[in-house]
């Protein structure tokens, strides 16, 4: 009787997963590749496919998922090395984006100073711009030189440059970018102008390095709350594995987990908002 009634959830379920969830799945799937190709081909600029990543990443759950639960037999460490699987990806694309627009910042006082050296030579602002792209590397490269491909292509130079500013994410590229529409709707002096925009470049990374400078132990204080507890968990493991495995093993224990878990998560995010100041 329990076998039959378990049979027909099991059908039940099976069914209603295919009557009804399949257009949220295809909503889920279209919703990931566009966030894939945001960042990855859009930003990043690598030549993956949006839909051979998010197969790699649907795959790497599911790996992870078998073999967690085939080593621990373990339906609640399966589902949470499943849930670590589906988030890295996430993580290391954003940890990727956001060296990158640090690059970017980085060389962008350069940029600035090339641009400005090739418009006090006699070149056009767009000439110096391809003087930068034939000077540079990394990915400052990469992105004016989409710029210009886009503008060689029929598209007006400042519809390029808030096109390149969307697709960048910096304040900084947008403030400069701005600045050059700005200039070349009202005229005067263009290599004046970037000598200035390098400059209030310059200072806005100093008042970013003072603050960096000032949060640091703020930011470490966040990153060792977070460490902590697993250091502990460790530890009281070493001395005492039968408790510990009771967290892992009994439902009251899990719940324990789940909710420290969404409280070191809550804080710990929490303090990094907190010294996220906004210049």
């Known amino acids: 009787m329990l076998l039959a009634l378990a049979s027909l959830a099991t059908f039940i379920s099976v069914y209603l997963l295919v009557r009804y969830g399949q257009e949220p799945a295809m909503r889920f799937r279209e919703r990931q590749e566009l966030g894939y190709d945001r960042v990855l081909r859009r930003q990043l600029m690598m030549e993956i496919e949006p839909r051979s990543a998010f197969n790699m990443a649907m795959s790497g759950v599911v790996v992870a998922v078998v073999f967690s639960f085939l080593l621990t037999f373990n339906l609640f460490v399966a589902v949470v090395c499943g849930a670590i699987a589906y988030f890295m990806p996430t ?3 954003r940890h990727l984006e956001f060296k990158r627009r640090k690059q970017l910042e980085s060389q962008l006082i350069d940029g600035l100073t090339t641009i400005s050296a090739g ?10 711009m391809e003087m930068l792209v034939d000077n540079q590397t990394g990915p400052i ?27 960048i994410g910096s304040p900084l ?9 700005m200039h070349r709707l009202r005229g005067g ?8 925009l390098a400059e209030a470049v310059r200072e806005i990374k100093k008042l970013e390095g003072k603050l960096d400078a000032i949060t640091a132990q703020s930011r470490s204080q966040a990153s060792m709350m977070a460490v902590m507890p697993f250091v502990f968990m460790f ?8 408790g ?35 210049i």
Do not use: C, H
């Open 141 to 167: 490269k990469q992105e004016f030189s989409q710029l210009l491909r886009e503008y060689q292509m029929g598209r007006d130079l400042n519809q390029a440059m808030q096109s390149a500013a969307n697709r």
């Open 119 to 128: 418009v006090k030579a006699g070149l056009t602002l767009v000439q110096s």
């Open 235 to 242: 530890i009281l493991y070493i001395i005492d594995p039968a």
């Open 91 to 93: 993580v290391v694309v």
């Open 189 to 196: 002096d263009t290599g004046e102008s970037m000598d200035r």
């Open 173 to 181: 590229y947008r403030l400069t970018f701005t600045a050059i529409e």
């Open 244 to 278: 510990i495995q009771l967290l892992f093993t009994e439902t009251i224990g899990r719940v324990l987990l789940l909710i420290a878990g969404a409280l070191i998560l809550g804080a710990f995010l929490w303090i990094r908002k907190i010294m996220a100041v906004d």
